[in-house]
């Protein structure tokens, strides 16, 4: 069998290659794909695979685009971090999904699954537009968890407890309001657009929840300077540029 996996985080790619070569080490997998944009070039030049597992929020976007753009037969199995609400859509199309973070049970089921309904599973005449336009329409709420990396374990943190993200030396952390801190392979830009209203940008290096401010000052040139609830070393500063469209997010206008 051939399996193509889409996912940007490379961390989770190699997990659930890790797994699915457990679940049956006679798999193939020809392909590791990281973007929408890379996807559908992958697949206007390549023949369809038995069965693709896909992430569903890209660092480009949902990857159901990917399946308007480059119409495939081929199965499709989506490893998400999203609610039950949502997730009706694929119930109602005849598609297979696994739940962030997966293990070695969860493949194997929905391997097992696709082996027994190989011949009527997903098809061409799925309507990924139908599924898009739901998930679409969710974007701007927040999604509940997001995952972290620490030695082997990936670990999903829930986003109401995160206090702010940020970069240090080229690289994303958060830290939680119970001071734990993590790396996370997403850009903030990644981030924005799957964490809601409740976070703001400051500048390009600091993303941080509401809940998470305690005060905001004026400082030279007509800069907020910014206080968090929890101990943080660095200073935090709004441009002047954003102070207007910072205090209306914090007074929730």
Known sequence: MKIVIIEDEQLAAEDLADNI???DPTIQIVASLRSVKEAVSYFQINEKPDLIFCDIQLGDGLSFEIFNKQPLSA???????YDEYALKAF?????????????????EDS???FKELKNSFVNNL?????????????RNQKQVSVLV????????????NIALFYIEHEV???ITFDKKKYLISKTLEELEKITGSDFFRTNRQFFINRKAIKDASQYFTRKLSINLTIPFSEKIFVSKEKSKDFLNWLSGI
């Open 149 to 160: 990396y620490q030695k082997d374990n990936i670990i999903p943190v829930k986003v109401d």
């Open 21 to 23: 070569l457990k679940v």
């Open 172 to 174: 994303t952390h958060l």
């Open 75 to 81: 199965p499709v199995i989506f490893c998400t971090a």
């Open 91 to 107: 119930k109602a199309n005849g598609i297979d999904y696994i739940l962030k973070p997966f293990t070695k049970k969860t493949i």
């Open 111 to 113: 391997l097992n699954k």
């Open 126 to 138: 799925t309507h990924f537009e139908t599924i898009l336009e739901i998930f679409e329409s969710r």
